[in-house]
């Protein structure tokens, strides 16, 4: 193998060039929001078809096949989210009649919005 002038050989192969220097789009695709649709406790069919809906009308940068349990809240979501790089988070509840829709963006921001049937 040729070596320099200090003699000692210059490892080329072993390290793989930075992903941010030589991808132009790395630094826009890390920019992309990115989201969660689920519903939480008991819901109705429709509040079902409307979290379908809604995964659907996010594109595809949302959760399509999410698991979702019954008890689980928001901060376990939340907790899952960070790591996965989740900006947004729109959670389907129905307590009672009206269906609750609680949207989070980013980490501290909560909007809860009441959706009533019509009469």
Same mark, same amino acid.
């Given at each position: 193998m040729p070596r320099g002038k200090a003699g000692r050989r210059k490892k080329r192969r072993t390290h793989? =060039? &930075? $992903?941010? *220097? &030589?991808a132009p789009g790395a630094a826009a695709a890390e920019q992309v929001p990115r989201s969660f649709v689920?519903?939480?406790g008991r819901v109705a069919g429709y509040v079902k078809e409307l979290a379908a809906e809604l995964r659907q009308l996010m594109g595809p940068y949302t $959760? /399509?096949?999410? %698991? *979702? %349990? %019954? %008890? /689980?809240?928001?901060? &376990?979501? /939340?907790a899952v989210a960070t790591p996965l790089g989740v900006t947004h988070m729109l959670m389907l509840s129905q307590p009672d009649e009206a269906v609750n829709l609680k949207v989070r963006l980013g980490l @501290?921001?909560?909007? @809860?919005? @009441?959706?009533? =049937?019509? =009469?």
């Open positions: 793989a =060039p &930075d $992903a941010g *220097e &030589d689920f519903k939480s $959760a /399509a096949k999410l %698991r *979702e %349990r %019954r %008890r /689980a809240a928001l901060k &376990d979501y /939340a @501290t921001l909560t909007l @809860t919005l @009441t959706l009533n =049937p019509k =009469p």
